[in-house]
Nanobody, 123 residues
């Protein structure tokens, strides 16, 4: 089991940027695919993006493509979600999750989840 802790959320104006971090509890983190999801108030949790265990492949939801970038530092057991050109509709709790199986947008493909970090984008 991998313990994940997100950080970096906050309040930002539309057009601004934030960088979220997802820190893992163990060195085997480098063997996992890491996905980012978000859940707005009253909405279903939705896929944002995912990065391969080696960091050489990423996949994004259409809604964030070109604005969000995922990167990872396996030496520090951390994955980052860089968000630019933020919009009010990006407001949500952002979660990272780990998968041993592959790059997928399906929530069911992830075994462990962090507690989430709130991102609020004001207009």
């Amino acid at each position: 089991q991998v313990q994940l802790v997100e950080s970096g959320g906050g309040l930002v104006q539309a057009g601004g940027s934030l960088r979220l971090s997802c820190a893992a509890s163990e060195h085997t983190f480098r063997n996992y695919y890491i996905g980012w999801f978000r859940q707005g108030s009253g909405k279903e949790r939705e896929f944002v993006g995912v990065i391969s265990w080696a960091g050489d492949s990423t996949m994004y939801a259409d809604s964030v493509k070109g604005r969000f970038t995922i990167s990872r530092d396996n030496g520090n057991n951390t994955v980052y979600l860089h968000m630019v050109s933020l919009r009010p509709e990006d407001t949500a709790v952002y979660y990272c999750a780990s998968s041993r199986w592959g790059m997928t947008a399906a929530k069911t493909g992830y075994e462990d989840w962090g507690q989430g970090t709130q991102v609020t984008v004001s207009s």
